[in-house]
Structure formats: structure tokens, C-alpha cells
């Protein structure tokens, strides 16, 4: 396949998944594994103004993840501890360890994330293209989700 060739079937493959909301939080592939030989890929997470807004508790199974507070206040929990960021903060987040992100204040949060290795932005990709709606309103507590995350991506809801 010629390199324009290429770039027209990435660019096909990366519309298609571009975007996705769950539960009012956007969430946008910016740089695909295809593109870093699955090393890794970088996601952002938009949250909206208005209520504070969360990520529930849960863990991934294959990747690490850094975090880098690109806008608003955030409070984290990462296994036993209460960490707060806001603009530029970074923080890395093993794998097996459980997490979760709330957004603090009325203002609009944004969160730059990379995984590592790729392969989690593959459920954003069936996510994003899912015509189903109830699929996509509540990811916390809607089996399908549950069951693709664990099954698929060793990804899981924590519940204490």
C-alpha cells in the first residue's frame, strides 16, 4: 500500500473512533497504538462544566497509565491515597492498582491520559461506533459495558 494510501485508511480508522460520551464526560482518541507500534496511546477526557463530575473506582489489568491535568481541579484516588491536581499536575498510575477521577467545581476538566501499552482505545472504537443508546448512557452500572471491559480489556469496576 503506498504511504498516501496508508494515511487515507488511518485516517478512515481514526474518524471513526475519534470521540465518544459516556455519562456526559467526552472522551477523545488523539494518538491511535497503531502509531506507536502499541507501545501506547493518548486519550483526552473532557468533563463538563457544571456538576462535579467522576470516573467510578476501577483498575486495568494490562496498562499504566500517566495523567496530566490539562484544565480544572481534580481529586484522585489511587489505591489508599487522596491526591489533588490541577493545572499541569502529573501522576503515573500502575496497572492492578485501583483508581478513580473526580472532577472539583463548576468549571470544565480536562484530562490528558496515556496507556501503556495500547489496546484499551479499541473499546472507545466500540463504544464510539455502538448505535446503541443505553450502551452508551451509563457505563458504571450497564452489564454489557461491565462484561466487554472485563472480558476484552482485563479492565474492572471496583465496588467497596
Given at each position: 500500500?503506498s504511504?498516501?494510501?496508508d494515511n487515507?485508511v488511518f485516517?478512515?480508522?481514526y474518524?471513526?473512533?475519534?470521540?465518544?460520551?459516556?455519562?456526559g464526560?467526552n472522551?477523545?482518541?488523539?494518538?491511535?497504538?497503531?502509531q506507536?507500534q502499541?507501545?501506547?496511546f493518548?486519550i483526552?477526557?473532557?468533563f463538563?462544566?457544571g456538576?462535579?463530575?467522576?470516573?467510578?473506582?476501577h483498575?486495568h489489568?494490562?496498562?499504566?497509565?500517566?495523567?496530566q491535568?490539562i484544565?480544572?481541579?481534580?481529586?484522585?484516588?489511587?489505591?489508599?491515597?487522596t491526591?489533588?491536581?490541577n493545572?499541569d499536575?502529573l501522576?503515573?498510575?500502575e496497572?492492578?492498582t485501583?483508581?478513580?477521577?473526580?472532577?472539583?467545581?463548576?468549571?470544565?476538566?480536562k484530562?490528558l491520559?496515556?496507556?501503556?501499552p495500547?489496546g484499551?482505545?479499541?473499546f472507545?472504537?466500540?463504544?464510539g461506533t455502538s448505535?446503541m443508546e443505553d450502551f452508551?448512557k451509563s457505563?458504571?452500572?450497564?452489564?454489557?459495558?461491565?462484561h466487554?471491559?472485563?472480558s476484552?480489556?482485563n479492565?474492572r469496576f471496583v465496588f467497596e
Amino acid at each position: 500500500m503506498s504511504e498516501k494510501r496508508d494515511n487515507e485508511v488511518f485516517s478512515q480508522d481514526y474518524k471513526s473512533m475519534d470521540q465518544c460520551n459516556l455519562d456526559g464526560i467526552n472522551y477523545k482518541v488523539l494518538v491511535l497504538g497503531n502509531q506507536t507500534q502499541n507501545k501506547y496511546f493518548i486519550i483526552e477526557i473532557t468533563f463538563p462544566p457544571g456538576e462535579e463530575t467522576e470516573i467510578p473506582l476501577h483498575k486495568h489489568g494490562n496498562e499504566a497509565l500517566a495523567i496530566q491535568v490539562i484544565e480544572g481541579n481534580f481529586s484522585f484516588r489511587y489505591g489508599k491515597k487522596t491526591l489533588e491536581g490541577n493545572k499541569d499536575t502529573l501522576l503515573r498510575f500502575e496497572r492492578d492498582t485501583n483508581h478513580s477521577y473526580r472532577k472539583i467545581g463548576k468549571d470544565q476538566g480536562k484530562l490528558l491520559v496515556t496507556y501503556t501499552p495500547a489496546g484499551l482505545e479499541n473499546f472507545f472504537r466500540e463504544i464510539g461506533t455502538s448505535t446503541m443508546e443505553d450502551f452508551k448512557k451509563s457505563v458504571a452500572f450497564d452489564p454489557v459495558i461491565v462484561h466487554l471491559l472485563e472480558s476484552n480489556y482485563n479492565w474492572r469496576f471496583v465496588f467497596e
